[in-house]
C-alpha cells in the first residue's frame, strides 16, 4: 500500500469547523428550550471545539521547527478559547446545566460571530447525530 497524504490541512480543517461551529452555535440560540436538537447542537459544539483545539499543535509545528516561537505562542492563544469552551460545555451537558451551556454558547458565538457563513452553503447539518457520539466518548 502507497503513503497516505492528507490534502487537507490544519488550517482547511479548522476553517470549515469554524464555519460550522458559527452555524450551530446561531441555530443553537434559536432554539426554544433544550430538547434532541438543543443536545445534538450543544454536543456538536463540544466535538468541533475540541477538533479546532486538536489542530493548533499541528499548525504551529512549522513555525516552531524554523524557530518562531512569538508567532506561534501568539496563535495559541488566540485559538486557547476553543479548548476552554470544549471544556466548559462539556461539563455543562455532562452535568445538564443549560444555563452553563447558554453562557457558554453566548462566549462561542461572540468567538466566532465574525464568521460569514452563506446562505448557498454546503455544510448542511453536521449537529445531528452529535448527542450519540458524545455520548458514547463519555
Known amino acids: 500500500m502507497g503513503r497516505l497524504i492528507s490534502i487537507e490541512s490544519a488550517g482547511k480543517d479548522r476553517a470549515r469547523l469554524t464555519k460550522a461551529v458559527a452555524l ?8 426554544p428550550a433544550p430538547g434532541p436538537e438543543a443536545r445534538d447542537l450543544a454536543a456538536f459544539l463540544v466535538l468541533a471545539l475540541e477538533a479546532i483545539a486538536a489542530t493548533i499543535d499541528e499548525s504551529v509545528a512549522a513555525w516552531e521547527k524554523r524557530g518562531y516561537w512569538v508567532k506561534a505562542e501568539r496563535f495559541r492563544i488566540e485559538w486557547e478559547w476553543a479548548g476552554q469552551c470544549a471544556r466548559q460545555m462539556r ?6 446545566d443549560w444555563q452553563a451551556a447558554a453562557r457558554t454558547a453566548a462566549v462561542i458565538a461572540q468567538k466566532v460571530g ?3 457563513v452563506p446562505p448557498g452553503h454546503r455544510l448542511g447539518r ?6 450519540e457520539i458524545f455520548c458514547k466518548e463519555g
Open 114 to 116: 465574525h464568521v460569514n
Open 91 to 96: 461539563a455543562a451537558l455532562l452535568e445538564n
Open 24 to 31: 450551530a452555535v446561531r441555530q443553537l440560540a434559536q432554539q
Open 126 to 131: 453536521p449537529w445531528e447525530g452529535a448527542w
